[in-house]
């Protein structure tokens, strides 16, 4: 083990005696699930299953959805395998918990400390662990390979910054991406990045291609498009703070156009913000509705905050437009935009989408995405689209087209993945 990697070693477990009160801290205050949070002392809530097992490791909802291709095939190949999705956050349990299919175990991912990991290990015995993008936490990595785990990285993303981080610490970088027995990034850039840090990579899989259409209700659905009628709708879609206020300008500049007069949806990433992005719509004077208030949505209102999870798949097939949040400001990084065109939602969205980048890049190229900066240019933008938007079907078959591109590097992934099995 390299000195760097001992001494952080020698730290987390200084460190881990103060982890339980921490997490009861975070679980006061709504960042922590108050019945589970021991999950992630290592502590398993749940039995394991005879047999082998798959660990696949996402930390927040965007890593972890984009498993969701993948762990169904993994589950068509080898159907004798029991499958374990681990991710960080509460938000990210709550969506899996709708999404994961029958016989799936999610549990919250243990801390990297030595004595979090060993009893997660212990008692789970994963044959193959999967991790999904950046996750490269030193004692995870390290304790898999020494109790037998085989270990791949996949769809991952290697930043510029992170390879700066990791290229200060060479002796380390290559010891921690030395022991996957497969790496497979998501883009040419990140291929290099891992090759200058010492781990030449085995091929191409980006995850983000790979998603299925987001599952909705048929009948609210319905139930919805006779309430909206005449209505074009506009939705504002995994919102941040600070881009409520510019979504909500971006639509008082739009005014009411002749003939259609739009509504806007907003649901954000965080729920929990519902009532105050209520109460931003209200000031403006806007006729406002809140899922979370009980309010239905009616042809009535002018702006409606949807702030439940996993709806999006219903506000997507609705929209005749959809703005993305997570990108008018640096840090977040974006969020998915083939979930909304995939449904037939031409996308809208700020600048700062670094963790989409290619993914944006080939759907500008097509036609399919715009980038508006600011409150007055996203304006602009959904006046033109909510003129001459491309059809629904047209957009739908374009994505369709993309993604089946790219639908050989997840088939060959997986017989990758099965061929590490016992």
Known sequence: MSAALGLYRGLTGLLEPLAPTLLKRRA??????????????????????DGPLIWLHGVSVGESLSLLPLLERLRTSRPDATVLVTSGTVTSAEILGKRLPEGVIHQFAPLDAPGAIDRFLVHWRPDLAVLVESELWPNMIAAAKRAGVKLALVSARITQRTARGWSRLPGAAREVLGAFDLVLPQDDESADRLTRLGRASDGRLNLKYAGDPLPYDRARLGVLRDEAADRPVILAASTHPGEDEIVLEAFQWLGGRIGDHPMLVIVPRHPERGAHIESLSKALGYDTGRQGAGDDFSHDCDVYVADTLGDLGLWFRLARVAFLGGSLKKGIGGHNPIEATLLGAPVVSGPHVDNWAGVYADLVHEGMARFAPDGDQISHVWDRLLDRSPSRTDLQARTAALLM???????EAVARLAALLP
Do not use: I, V
């Open 405 to 411: 591109g790219r639908a050989r590097e997840l088939n």
């Open 28 to 49: 006061a205050k709504g960042k922590e699930d108050p019945q589970r949070w021991s999950e992630k002392l290592g502590r398993a809530s749940t039995p394991r299953p």
